[in-house]
């Protein structure tokens, strides 16, 4: 059974930092790419950023230059790095595991960020 387990998130002041993991089992994690989304209050779910299992690196420009993706396949874990972070970041921040050559995907359960004075 594959299981997505994010934690990191929390309430951080405008220009702080959170670095968010989310840790996967169940699946060899190095076949899988492995990205983070983000959902806030009436507005759709959307991409952050993603990795490859290659290392291959997607940005969305709302958080480019603010925000790195890493990945340890030794712990099978991701983490997203968000560093100048604005009130508009504020939302449910998930990860998304997928499963190379295959339609399978996986959703955590997600983190709640705050940004806010």
């Known amino acids: 059974q594959v299981q997505l387990v994010e934690s990191g998130g929390g309430l951080v002041q405008p220009g702080g930092s959170l670095r968010l993991s989310c840790a996967a089992s169940?699946?060899?994690?190095?076949?899988?790419?492995m990205g983070w989304y983000r959902q806030a209050p009436g507005k759709e779910r959307e991409l952050v950023t993603r990795?490859?299992?290659?290392?291959?690196?997607q940005y969305a420009d709302f958080v480019r230059d603010r925000t790195t993706i890493t990945r340890d396949n030794a712990k099978n874990t991701v983490y997203l790095q968000m560093d100048s972070l604005k009130p508009e970041d504020t939302a449910v921040y998930y990860c998304?595991?997928?499963?190379?050559?295959?339609?399978?995907?996986?959703w955590g359960q997600g983190t709640q960020v705050s940004v806010s004075s």
């Open positions: 998304k595991l997928r499963v190379n050559h295959s339609a399978l995907e996986y």
């Open positions: 169940g699946i060899t994690f190095s076949r899988c790419s």
């Open positions: 990795v490859g299992s290659y290392g291959t690196l």
